[in-house]
Antibody
Framework: QVQLVESGGGVVQPGGSLRLSCAASGFTFSSYGMHWVRQAPGKGLEWVAFIRYDGSNKYYADSVKGRFTISRDNSKNTLYLQMNSLRAEDTAVYYC????????????????WGQGTLVTVSS | SYELTQPPSVSVSPGQTARITCSGDALPKKYPYWYQQKSGQAPVLVIYEDSKRPSGIPERFSGSSSGTMATLTISGAQVEDEADYYCYSTDSSGNHRGVFGGGTKLTVL
């Protein structure tokens, strides 16, 4: 069965950096695009970023573009989110999610989600 | 930027039909997806590509679309269906971004 396990969350000061990881299993990781989605405390879901199955194309929400970088290591079945210049408004639970379509070049729907990791940006 | 609009809340009694709408200009071109999120849990896909139901999702969940409006219907809502529901789609403008609606709190009591 598909499993996605996020890690790397924690407390960081404004302006700091953090790298999240998402370990994937139960499917052919290198054949699917992957997403990051976040949810601020008490708020709705916000799509953050998508990376193509082979890592060659990446797309970002305006709110994180230029500060966050999505990447993947298909040899390790792992997705990453490097977060720099963090702000208080980046405080959220961060979920990784699998795209629903095989060999998809662009973001599509999300079919499986991890349990999330909490990032708190505070001094 | 592209937006999907949902009502903040919907309330029904057990056994009644709940309908949650989602409007967006790109919905005629891009499939909507629907997610259920119960308190403290990760979202779960309940409807994909407009009207398809993943395995394990009860038949009372269905989806439909007409023009710029998508609708999630829960026929005979149960107390355990009480949750937040989000529609999702992608931008058709060439920005290639995902977008979630603001979410709808479904109350069944």
């Amino acid at each position: 069965q598909v499993q996605l396990v996020e890690s790397g969350g924690g407390v960081v000061q404004p302006g700091g950096s953090l790298r999240l990881s998402c370990a994937a299993s139960g499917f052919t990781f290198s054949s699917y695009g992957m997403h990051w989605v976040r949810q601020a405390p008490g708020k709705g879901l916000e799509w953050v970023a998508f990376i193509r199955y082979d890592g060659s194309n990446k797309y970002y929400a305006d709110s994180v573009k230029g500060r966050f970088t999505i990447s993947r290591d298909n040899s390790k079945n792992t997705l990453y989110l490097q977060m720099n210049s963090l702000r208080a408004e980046d405080t959220a639970v961060y979920y990784c999610a699998k795209d629903s379509k095989l060999w998809q070049l662009l973001p599509s729907g999300l079919d499986y989600w991890g349990q999330g990791t909490l990032v708190t940006v505070s001094s | 930027s592209y937006e999907l609009t949902q009502p903040p809340s919907v309330s029904v009694s057990p056994g009644q039909t709940a309908r949650i709408t989602c409007s967006g200009d790109a919905l005629p071109k891009k499939y909507p997806y629907w997610y259920q999120q119960k308190s403290g849990q990760a979202p779960v896909l309940v409807i994909y590509e407009d009207s398809k139901r993943p395995s394990g999702i009860p038949e009372r969940f269905s989806g439909s679309s007409s023009g710029t409006m998508a609708t999630l219907t829960i026929s005979g809502a149960q107390v355990e269906d009480e949750a937040d529901y989000y529609c999702y789609s992608t931008d058709s403008s060439g920005n290639h971004r995902g977008v979630f609606g603001g979410g709808t709190k479904l109350t069944v009591l």
